[in-house]
């Protein structure tokens, strides 16, 4: 045992301040949600015990519940794609060794820090509203452009948009996987004559399959918690007609407008099954298409 | 099979010259080895072969084919790499067939050559493993396989052996050595090593800071080293070299902590040389003899000895003795050479070669 601590205690040390937070901050909330999720709370009365009332309502009579859910999946299902094609292949580009390529990459970095933030997504309204840039730039070639914003039908592609031009941190990820190949193997591909694409499909998707792996588990997870873009730009309601009525932004309304706090708990706990039954999938399909080179057989 | 022709070939970064200059002649099936410390340009100069590294100045030629602007893949050559450079995620068949599937070939031709190299190899146990369940061994003949099947004209190696231990190299270069024998297709082996040089080599070229020192058989680049270089880059153990001043008009040399000799009539003027003496012909109390030394180190290898003799100017030298002689360390030895196994070096390094009527008259006068 003591030998134990005294191997081990820098590591623990290390890990102290994410104990400490844990621990202190995150923790009680967690357990505090689950409990709250089987009871009425209107965050003035007491708690109430319901049972699994909330999540019976949730899943036979809650119509919106499905609806947030239905926009969810099918933002997750086109922004992972989409913002891992486009971080790989800028991760692509840079690799191929620029000059001042740190000046790129942070330049290219840029939109994802700022991409989180408020004052984004309000841009981002105004560069799709009604007469913004982009119907603008279309107006000059002759394309009359929709309603972005507010037709249900185009709304969710903004999102789309903005979710694929915040590359960075999958791009940097990608880009440090693509450095880690060793350029033996494309010289050698190279020499016995394997076409670019060939090289792409045989060579880069496989030997960066670990790396794509933990990008589209982040990322995903990710997509699922995206909030505050969807919160602005559909004025905090989900409105148009709720095409954007993003799993969180309706978990919010349930928690901060009409303080149902107790059903808003329920909601956040069957997100987290969702996305851990996603990354179970995730995990479990790997081993048919992921390679790890230093796995033991 | 081809033969292959450097004319004037350089390669420069910017201002940086790598590769000075080149001319080369590479037979038809010939095993040629280029030699070198690290950083001579030797690995950069098999690149360009290959078509991995543009050509700057100059032309390769591939039999009557100029390539300089050849892709890498029509110059119908393999390369092998140090690294091995398998695909980590493919079997050894794989590894073997995938640079077949680039030239649409038909199915049963790739199973017949690649079931040929395997057999040639003997890795045919193998062929459902990935590499990282091979021994670097099994991975040197993976790749050596993956550069057979495509039966190509011309054979590159960069280093092959370098990641392997010691014994497993013995044995790999015997292999590639038979190999060799029995395609008989043109290689060009680059290495840092020179008893892998003089092992397998037809020719070896040695360069240094991007230039040819010197083009030769292992024989001729052993017996008749044309530079300094040259002589101290071949061989082991190393040669020694003796720094002397010619006095009496070129007819005697002082080596400090030998003392005086004569010279033989060399076809030069300088009044410094640089006398060089292979430590087998360095000889205890026989030839010659010089002078004395004082035995610092011993180092029984068994079938020899390596001695350390320090002169009385502090130089060491190194001599061989049989393994049976017992030498300690602190003894004074006589030492001495035959002046027919010495190499002249004039003071610019290059090689002086003694009139052919000298030697018969050559008394050697050991003072000390």
Same mark, same amino acid.
């Given at each position: 045992m003591k030998r134990f601590i005294a191997r081990n205690a820098p590591g623990y040390l290390f890990l102290m301040p994410w104990f400490i937070g844990f621990f202190l901050l995150a923790l009680g909330p967690i357990l505090a949600s689950l409990y709250l999720s089987f009871t009425r709370y209107d965050m003035v009365n007491a708690p109430r015990w319901i049972g699994f009332d909330n999540y019976t309502y949730m899943f036979t009579r809650d119509r919106r519940f499905w609806k947030a859910l239905e926009v969810t999946f099918h933002y997750v299902v086109l922004a992972v794609p989409a913002r891992l094609i486009m971080a790989l292949g800028v991760a692509m580009l840079l690799d191929k060794g620029l000059r001042s390529i740190g000046f790129y990459r942070a330049i290219f970095y840029l939109p994802s820090l700022l991409g989180a933030s408020i004052a984004i997504a309000i841009l981002w309204r105004q560069l799709f509203d009604a007469n913004?840039?982009?119907? %603008?730039? =279309?107006?000059?070639?002759?394309? /009359?452009?929709?309603?972005? =914003?507010?037709?249900? #039908?185009? /709304?969710?592609?903004?999102?789309?948009?903005?979710?694929?031009? %915040?590359?960075?941190?999958?791009?940097?990820?990608?880009?440090?996987?693509?450095?880690?190949?060793?350029? #033996? =193997?494309?010289e050698a591909a190279e020499i016995d004559g394997t076409p670019p694409w060939r090289q792409f499909t045989r060579i880069?998707?496989?030997?960066?399959?670990?790396?794509?792996?933990?990008?589209?588990?982040? %990322?995903?997870?990710?997509a699922f918690k995206t909030f505050s873009s969807a919160f602005i730009i559909s004025n905090g309601s989900g409105a148009p007609a709720d095409s954007l009525l993003f799993y969180t932004v309706y978990l919010f309304n349930e928690a901060f407008k009409f303080f149902r706090m107790g059903y808003a708990s329920a909601l956040a706990w069957v997100l987290l099954i969702i996305i851990a039954i996603f990354t179970a999938i995730a995990f479990f399909t790997s081993k048919y298409w992921v390679h790890y080179e230093n796995e033991r057989d | 099979m081809a033969g292959l022709t450097l004319r004037n070939v350089g390669k420069s970064y910017g201002a940086l010259q790598i590769i000075k200059g080149l001319n080369l002649d590479i037979h038809d099936g010939e095993f040629l080895v280029l030699v070198g410390p690290s950083g001579c340009g030797k690995s950069t100069l098999l690149r360009m072969i290959a078509g991995l590294e543009d050509i700057t100045d100059g032309t390769v030629a591939i039999g009557a084919?100029?390539?300089?602007?050849?892709?890498? @893949?029509?110059?119908?050559? @393999?390369?092998?790499?140090? @690294? &091995?450079?398998? &695909?980590?995620?493919?079997?050894?068949?794989?590894?073997?067939?995938?640079?077949?599937?680039?030239?649409?070939?038909?199915?049963?031709?790739?199973?017949?050559?690649?079931?040929?190299a395997a057999r040639i190899l003997q890795i045919e146990p193998l062929m459902d493993r990935k590499p990282r369940q091979l021994s670097g061994g099994?991975?040197?003949?993976?790749?050596?396989?993956?550069?057979?099947?495509?039966?190509?004209?011309?054979?590159?190696?960069?280093?092959?052996? @370098?990641?392997?231990?010691?014994?497993?190299?013995?044995?790999?270069?015997?292999e590639l050595a038979s190999l060799y024998a029995r395609l008989g297709t043109t290689m060009i082996y680059v290495t840092h090593d020179q008893v892998e040089a003089m092992t397998m080599a037809s020719r070896i070229v040695v360069l240094r800071s991007g230039k040819i020192e010197q083009v030769g058989t292992p024989q001729e680049l052993y017996t008749r080293p044309q530079n300094l270089f040259v002589a101290g880059f071949i061989g082991s153990p190393k040669i020694n070299k003796l720094e002397a001043k010619v006095t009496a008009g070129g007819r005697t040399a002082n080596v400090e902590g030998l003392g005086d000799f004569s010279l033989p009539q060399l076809p030069t003027t300088d009044s410094a040389l640089t006398l060089c003496v292979r430590p087998g012909s360095l000889r205890i109390g026989a030839g010659d003899v010089v002078g004395e030394g004082v035995i610092r180190l011993v180092e029984y290898l068994g079938n020899e000895t390596l001695l350390h003799i320090a002169l009385s100017s502090g130089q060491i030298l190194l001599a061989t003795a049989g393994g049976q002689a017992a030498y300690r360390a602190g003894q004074t030895v006589p030492i001495g050479f035959d002046m027919a196994d010495l190499h002249y070096f004039d003071a610019s390094g290059e090689r002086v070669e003694p009139q052919a009527s000298a030697f018969a008259q050559q008394g050697v006068s050991g003072t000390h």
């Open positions: 913004g840039v982009v119907n %603008q730039t =279309l107006g000059y070639l002759g394309v /009359s452009g929709p309603n972005w =914003l507010t037709n249900p #039908d185009t /709304s969710l592609y903004t999102l789309v948009i903005l979710a694929m031009w %915040q590359f960075g941190s999958p791009m940097l990820i990608f880009l440090a996987g693509l450095r880690g190949i060793p350029r #033996d =193997l494309y880069t998707l496989p030997l960066l399959a670990p790396v794509i792996f933990f990008n589209l588990v982040l %990322q995903t997870i990710e | 084919q100029v390539v300089n602007d050849l892709p890498a @893949s029509k110059r119908e050559l @393999s390369m092998v790499f140090q @690294s &091995y450079a398998l &695909y980590p995620h493919m079997t050894v068949r794989k590894n073997l067939a995938f640079g077949l599937q680039n030239f649409r070939m038909p199915r049963a031709e790739v199973e017949r050559r690649v079931a040929d099994q991975k040197q003949r993976v790749a050596i396989g993956r550069a057979i099947v495509r039966e190509p004209k011309l054979f590159l190696f960069d280093e092959p052996l @370098s990641n392997l231990d010691a014994e497993l190299r013995v044995q790999m270069r015997a």
